[in-house]
């Protein structure tokens, strides 16, 4: 076989691989989670999920830009289990409002929460996210 036909191969793995790869990604932006379960998986009530999404008074939601009753995406129950990971440390939902906001301004990311790994997490209570 003559490294043309050896290249080719690899451009039509490539290609498939890659349309793979963008169908998956797709896929964790389609709304697949009702409140109840996303709730559930993130082990906090689903009238508490809601009021994170929909209320917060003059600051505005904690979780910005969910329609309601359209179903949450992968996305979306990522930044609900953060939340909830946090308030279950004690953290108040205003700083986890400010801290959202920041991280969405600075990291240019609509879910930005999406990003943090655990080390994150305790990188950023060490900055000043410390339970109240």
Do not use: C
Not at 1 to 19: A, C, I, L, N
Not at 23 to 34: D, I, K, S, V
Not at 97 to 107: K, V
Request: hydrophobic content about 35%; aromatic content about 10%.
């Amino acid at each position: 076989m003559d490294s043309s036909e050896d290249e080719g191969r690899t451009t039509m793995s490539s290609r498939t691989d890659k349309r793979g790869t963008d169908q998956a990604r797709r896929r964790l932006y389609l709304p697949a989670y009702r409140v109840a379960d996303a709730a559930r998986y993130a082990g906090a009530a689903p009238q508490t999920v809601t009021r994170w999404h929909y209320h917060g008074g003059q600051a505005g939601p904690a979780l910005p830009g969910r329609q309601k009753g359209r179903p949450l995406s992968y996305m979306e129950l990522v930044e609900v289990a953060f939340i909830a990971f946090f308030r279950r440390q004690g953290v108040s939902l205003q700083r986890l409002r400010r801290a959202r906001q920041y991280a969405a301004q600075n990291l240019n990311a609509e879910y930005p929460f999406r990003r943090v790994s655990m080390e994150d997490r305790r990188h950023a209570r060490s900055h000043g996210l410390q339970p109240v």
